[in-house]
């Protein structure tokens, strides 16, 4: 994501490389290119120019420490303003209510629907939330079966009424049916169309003073730029919503949409969806963003992510078995599967500081750990548990059983060496479970 906007303002800050200082007259090229990256970016003009001329505002006589290049004080000045741009920080969704009502408002093809299910799914897994989604649109053809299917996927029950299409009707009775079920957050999946319409507004609207939600969030496809800042613009004129959800942000190279859209409405992007899985769903945290956008890595988020997969038990056992160098392909494997359950591998490295920008030309996803897993299940259980068993024909075996040649299986061997090297020293150091815990106390 913002690979196209990460990779021009970088160009940007080497303009400032070599300047004692900071000038009026060495800032303005920086500045007219930062504000090109961001029209580029299909950043609205107003919002560009604005961010730019508070830039320059600040940066105009100020003191360069001897410790600071005048280029690293840009990007600082960059980062803190694109914090400011995408709301400065994170905004929860709000769930007092008894049950807490969210209502999910948005075009037609924006992802509403399976960004309801991906909401439900991380408030009942990450916050022990008991949530009922609600198949409020009876328009589109197999929305209400996709809305169950979504809702098979994540163990997450679905109330409908067949046949009923007065949706505000539904809304009514799936309160009703929460309360007396023990649901406590109810999500309703509303109609969109393929343009704004006022049969659709006064509809949505009708829904809002019916059930007077909690949140009322709107869901927009990154990848639509503008349209999604003018979309968002006109639904907040008659809804008044509470928050914005970006879905497809994980193909948005521009990212035009995550920066205008909170100064045009004046509302808080509260969650992004960067894949089709659904955990695929992120909190969204403007100084991470803007971290992310100048290739500053989001340790934060990477460390969050990490938790989620992280079995407290499993990390204990695994650090006793490097302590007594007893590390083997199992375990190589289960780390590998834990990795691959973090999401997509490029946005995970492009997490790690200095990582986005090496791996900007590189094809990396999932797929890239294929030919190792045929390696390590090729070997015989023996061989997973003693990796020093290898020797020329159990290589030559392994090569031939996983379709791969003798150089990918040593380069294996080699690659599994280094690593378990790696993390002995982080198991007899400052281990990876200290790391977590200090994490999860903040």
Known sequence: MFENLSEKLERSFKLLKGQGKITEINVAETLKEIRRALLDADVNFKTAKTFTDTVKEKAIGM???????????????????????????????????SPAIILMAGLQGSGKTTFSGKLAHMLKHKRGRHPLLVAGDVYRPAAIEQLKVVGGQIGVPVYTEEGNLQPV?????????????????VIIDTAGRLAIDEQMMKEITAIKEEVRPDEILFVVDAMTGQDAVNTAREFNERLDFDGVVLTKLDGDTRGGAALSIRSVVDKPIKF???????????????????????????????????????DTEEARKLQQKLARDQF???????????????????????????????????????????????????????????????????????????????????????????????????????????????????
């Open 63 to 97: 003191d360069v420490l001897t410790s600071v290049k005048p280029g690293q004080l840009m990007v600082k000045l960059v980062h803190d303003e694109l914090a400011l741009l995408m709301g400065g920080k994170f905004t929860d969704i709000h769930l007092k209510g």
């Open 169 to 185: 009707v539904i809304a009514r009775n799936a309160i009703r049916h929460a309360r007396g079920n023990g649901f406590d957050v």
């Open 272 to 310: 992004v969806g960067t894949g089709e899985k659904m955990d695929a769903i992120e909190v969204f945290h403007p100084d991470r963003m803007a971290d992310r956008i100048l290739g500053m890595g989001d340790i934060v988020s990477l460390v969050e992510k990490a938790q989620e997969q992280f």
């Open 328 to 442: 083997n392909f199992n375990d190589f494997l289960k780390q590998i599967q834990q990795i691959k359950k973090m999401g997509n591998l490029k946005d995970v490295a492009s997490m790690i500081p200095g990582m986005g920008k090496a791996l900007r030309d590189v094809e990396l996803d999932n797929d890239s750990f294929k030919h190792i897993e045929a390696i390590i299940q090729s070997m015989t259980p023996s061989e997973r548990e003693n990796p020093s068993l290898m020797n020329g024909s159990r290589r030559k075996r392994i090569a031939d059983g996983s379709g791969t040649s003798i150089q990918e299986v040593n380069r294996l061997l080699k690659q599994f060496t280094e690593t378990s090297r790696m993390m002995k020293m982080v198991a007899t150091g400052k281990n990876l479970k200290n790391i977590m815990g200090a994490q999860r106390k903040r």
